[in-house]
Nanobody, 123 residues
Framework: QVQLVDSGGGLVQAGGSLRLSCAAS????????MGWFRQAPGKVREFVAA???????YYGDSVKGRFTISRDNAKNTVYLQMNQLKPEDTAVYYC?????????????????WGQGTQVTVSS
C-alpha cells in the first residue's frame, strides 16, 4: 500500500514556474514508477510526465521542453518542475504510482493516486 500526497500548486502568471511535489509513504517507493497527470474542467485526465524505477523519463507532447520530472528515493518524493507556464496548463495535477513500470502514459497502469493539487496560470 502506498499513500501519495501532492503539494506545490498555486496561482502563477503565464511564463512563470512552479514545482510540484509528491510525497509517498512506505519503504517501497523505489520499486514504483511514478507519473503526473492533470485534469482541466470538463476534460479527461491527461498524461503529463513519468519516471521509471531507473529514472528514465517520458513526457506528454504539450509539456516537452518545459516540464521536468525527477525523483529522490531517499526522500520518497517525486517532483514536477514546470517552467514557461501557459494558461492552458491550468488544471488539477495528480501524481500516481505504478508497479508495472511500463505503459506509463495510460491511467490504468497506476495503482495509487494522490489527492491532486490545483495549478492556475493567469494570462
Amino acid at each position: 500500500q502506498v499513500q501519495l500526497v501532492d503539494s506545490g500548486g498555486g496561482l502563477v502568471q503565464a511564463g512563470g514556474s512552479l514545482r510540484l511535489s509528491c510525497a509517498a509513504s512506505g519503504r517501497t517507493f523505489s520499486t514504483y514508477a511514478m507519473g503526473w497527470f492533470r485534469q482541466a474542467p470538463g476534460k479527461v485526465r491527461e498524461f503529463v510526465a513519468a519516471i521509471t524505477r531507473s529514472s528514465s523519463t517520458y513526457y506528454g507532447d504539450s509539456v516537452k521542453g518545459r516540464f521536468t520530472i525527477s525523483r529522490d528515493n531517499a526522500k520518497n518524493t517525486v517532483y514536477l518542475q514546470m517552467n514557461q507556464l501557459k494558461p492552458e496548463d491550468t488544471a488539477v495535477y495528480y501524481c500516481a504510482a505504478s508497479l508495472a513500470g511500463y505503459g506509463l502514459a495510460y491511467r490504468y497502469q497506476y495503482e495509487y493516486w494522490g489527492q491532486g493539487t490545483q495549478v492556475t496560470v493567469s494570462s
